[in-house]
């Protein structure tokens, strides 16, 4: 159930969380939304980076995408994007739980992991399973030549490395557990009425190893991603999300504001900890490094560590690319999580990656007011 400080439901009547405009409020720049009977709710977007990342999915003109960001400890949405150029009536692509987590999924299953026991320098060693997992991959063999530790495949986003961990130290009721614990199967509660992000954990061998790497059977929202991200952030807690700061009357007087309040304590926090660091391989060295480094190996973010996780699947008839990137910064003492989803048809626009790291980038590099 919702938490009693949330705002009243019926005080929202009328939100709808892609239609606002721009305002200045108290001297702010702000985005505010009407709602029935002459109220208005002031949000809690952040006006600046709101319009860069609507601007970036307008310039690339990407096919389907989101991005949603918020404040780990608060909950508070700092920016919440829908946009697709392939239909431009596709809807709140933000609350949609329909794209497969792909890879994201790891970070579920690595929680797991780490409360089984194994440490993030585990090694492994491994030959394929690069783009789909058979029975072999669960078995050592001779030609295993190659090796890495857990935080490395976190990084790498090697499965292979996961599906063999998974297999021999998570059962089906494990694994479903920690799923069930980040959300999947639940609607979340926020300020307008969600879908649950779906969820399949085999019983079969073969197919839950091919789960707990990312391949298929699960699937979520971009808000959902946000918060699986602030979840790690939070040492371990998933905040309740919220876009409305507070709810005024058609005087200006305030009839409800928005309290922080934590929905869940998902994982301990030195599980939350541990997967930080593993995360912080995918920024530095693995998958998402060229979204956050020029050429010459200049950072982005300079002086900053990031953590996040990235993931990449494609479906056919019609052929959808999706990519994903949830993540949270500083690594050390975060204050913005965010989840980015591009889906791209075969003319491929931009990778998730990049629309994190400009959120990122965006709201951390600015200065303050600006």
């Known amino acids: 159930a919702p938490p009693a400080a949330a705002i009243p439901a019926t005080l929202l009547t009328g939100l709808d969380p892609l239609t606002h405009e721009s305002a200045v409020v108290e001297g702010e720049p702000r985005r505010v939304a009407s709602l029935a009977d002459g109220r208005r709710a002031v949000l809690t977007l952040d006006a600046p980076l709101q319009g860069h990342l609507e601007d970036e999915l307008r310039r690339f003109d990407v096919p389907f995408g989101a991005v949603v960001a918020l404040e780990p400890a608060t909950g508070r949405v700092l ?47 491994y030959s394929g399973g690069a783009r789909r997992i058979e029975r072999s991959n669960l078995e050592d063999h001779d030609r295993d030549r190659q090796c890495a530790t857990f935080g490395e495949a976190m990084g790498r986003s090697i499965t292979a490395v996961f599906a063999k961990l998974a297999d021999r130290h998570l059962d089906q009721p494990t694994l479903a557990r920690y799923a069930e614990a980040f959300g999947f199967g639940h609607a979340l509660p926020f300020d307008v009425p969600t879908r649950a992000s779906p969820v399949e954990i085999p019983g079969e061998r073969l197919e839950r190893a091919r789960t707990a790497a990312g391949f298929w059977h699960a699937h979520m929202s971009p808000l959902h991603g946000a918060l699986i991200a602030a979840t790690v952030a939070n040492d371990g807690r998933m905040p309740r999300a919220a876009m409305v700061d507070r709810v005024e009357d058609a005087e200006g007087q305030v009839l409800a504001r928005h309290e922080p309040e934590v929905f869940r304590a998902v994982i301990p926090r030195r599980t939350a900890r541990t997967l930080t660091r593993m995360m912080q391989n995918t920024v530095r060295r693995g998958t998402a490094r060229r979204a956050f480094f020029d050429n010459a190996g200049r950072a982005f973010l300079p002086g900053m560590e ?49 629309l994190g790291r400009e959120a990122l980038r965006h709201y951390l590099r600015r200065s303050p007011g600006e």
């Open 79 to 125: 920016a919440y994007v829908s946009h697709s150029s392939a239909h431009p009536g596709a809807g709140d692509l933000a609350r949609d739980p329909t794209p497969p987590t792909a890879s994201v999924f790891k970070v579920v299953t690595a929680a797991a992991l780490v409360d089984a026991g194994i440490g993030r320098n585990r090694r492994v060693c």
């Open 306 to 354: 990031v953590a996040g996780k990235t993931g990449t699947l494609s479906s056919e008839r019609p052929y959808r690319g999706y990519t994903w990137f949830v993540g949270f910064a500083p690594a050390d003492a975060p204050t913005i999580a965010v989840a980015s989803l591009g889906v791209n048809t075969p003319e491929w626009r931009i990778k998730a990656s990049y």
